[in-house]
């Protein structure tokens, strides 16, 4: 028994008596001996326990091999923001920090009012009627919201060319396991094209998932999508970033059925690519497909405003064949953190973020844009703050080398190009040094 296990040996003994064998070995007697020896071998080559502070510096050793960077101009679906420090503040506190799934959940109100919080500010972000509590991230909400449209004599998902490359792969696994079909709808100009859609929706189609701002930062038309995926009787599910929605108009308002995407600028850190948030909203037409967990407003026997799980007849609640998801839980902490994030910033705050964010990745893109090699791939198309300059692979390689040795993280390689981004974090002094630095590899 190790040093750090509460039970003493005596205690330990007294267990395996109750149990009716001799040994903790004799608990695993129904595992072939061929395992049981090499697992055994594996753990005489572990190296021997440490005190906590050689612990703590063999980590500070290995957190010195991170690199990082004093510029971010990458982006593809994870974003650098500021975040205040009063978000991180009220996300720590021990009574959210160490709290898990409510299975009891009318008598953990203080987590149901703060997932209720959540739900309230998405709607108003997406435009739609009715939000659950979150699912893991924006790839799974892509392969959740595919799910909940699909319908017995409609079971094919189209996925624009713009989608995330993530949520493709994650919307091609959740189809196989489904036994559905999905296609992919080309795009043209760094936009979806029109007329492939149109030959692309029958009567089989069930959605299409468009991504807007999309994966090479272009604004779709999402009306004029919308007009064509609903005279085929489709759904339209539109993937938005959080924060271009406080700029441009909510899918809700543009004539989505569905909005999903990854919550992570809302507050939430960068870390290594997780954890982050998927959030999904709905048209009140489509609430009871909607997955994962839903808190409610209700009253008590006395009359007292208190929340609840509402709609459970999905997930755990029911028998797992007739679910129409396996999410069950939720990134409570991660929504907590989106929600103190939205309420810290405000309305005006969170506006000013979005319209830096514009204005940032504009001034980058008119400056790159008259560097030879690094022209805009879609000058005619509209974008937020990402955006694609048609750079050829060799260029690609040295510009983002020569950056890098001046800690900075250039933008993403990508087929024909390189994708950039640029946050209210980069300042102009930081715009102007990478351009100097992409001059001078040209020069």
């Known amino acids: ?73 990458r982006g593809a679906g994870a974003y650098w923001h500021h975040i205040p420090a009063v978000v991180s503040r009220v996300a720590a506190k021990e009574a959210f920090v160490t709290a898990y799934t409510p299975y009891q959940p009318e008598i953990s109100q ?8 959540y739900q309230t500010i998405l709607c108003e972000l997406t435009g739609m009627d009715a939000g659950n509590a979150s699912v893991y991230d924006g790839a799974t909400a892509a392969a959740e919201a595919a799910a909940m449209c699909r319908e017995r004599n409609r079971t094919l998902t189209l996925l624009a060319g713009g989608l995330n490359p993530e949520s493709i792969e994650t919307v091609r696994t959740y189809s196989f396991g489904a036994d559905a079909e999905y296609a992919i709808v080309p795009n043209k100009e760094g936009r979806l094209d029109l007329d492939a859609l149109k030959t692309a929706l029958n009567t089989g189609v069930a959605s299409l998932i468009l991504q807007s701002p999309n994966y090479f930062g272009v604004v779709e038309d999402i009306p004029a999508i919308a007009e064509l995926v609903h005279a085929a009787g489709a759904k339209l599910v539109v993937s938005m970033n959080p924060t271009a929605m406080v700029l441009l108009r909510s899918p809700g308002e543009c ?16 870390s290594y690519g997780g954890p ?91 400056k790159l844009g008259k560097i030879k090699g690094f022209e805009l791939a879609y000058p005619g198309a509209p974008f937020f703050h990402e955006f694609v300059t048609g750079t050829p692979a060799d260029l690609t390689e040295r510009a983002l080398k020569a950056l890098g040795e001046k800690n900075i993280l250039g933008g993403l390689p990508v087929e024909g190009g390189i994708l950039w981004c640029a946050t209210e974090r980069n300042t102009s002094a930081q715009i102007d040094a990478l351009v100097e630095t992409v001059k001078a590899v040209i020069a």
Do not use: W
């Open 1 to 73: 028994m190790g040093n750090f296990l509460p039970s003493t040996d005596a205690q330990c003994k007294e267990m395996l008596n109750v149990i009716g064998v001799s040994s903790v070995g004799e608990l695993y007697a129904d595992i072939p001996r061929a395992m049981r020896e090499k697992a055994a071998e594996a753990v005489n080559e572990l190296p021997k326990g440490v005190s906590e502070f050689e612990a703590l510096d063999a980590m500070r050793a290995l957190a010195k091999k991170n690199r990082v960077f004093d510029a971010i101009f």
């Open 110 to 117: 203080g987590i149901l009012q703060t997932i209720f919080e």
């Open 255 to 270: 004539g989505a059925d569905v909005a999903i995407g990854d919550g992570q600028p809302l507050g939430i850190p960068l």
């Open 276 to 366: 982050y948030l998927g959030f999904m909203a709905c048209k009140k037409e489509m609430i009871r497909k909607l997955p994962g967990r839903i808190v409610g407003q209700t009253a008590d026997a006395a009359g007292r405003r208190c929340f609840v799980l509402t709609l459970q007849a999905r997930e755990q609640h029911i028998r797992r064949e007739k679910a129409s998801s396996n999410i069950c839980s939720n990134q409570a902490l991660c929504a907590l953190t989106a929600a103190a994030y939205c309420s810290a910033m405000g309305p005006q705050g969170m506006g000013e973020v979005a319209r830096a964010c514009y204005d940032n990745a504009h001034y980058l893109a008119a």
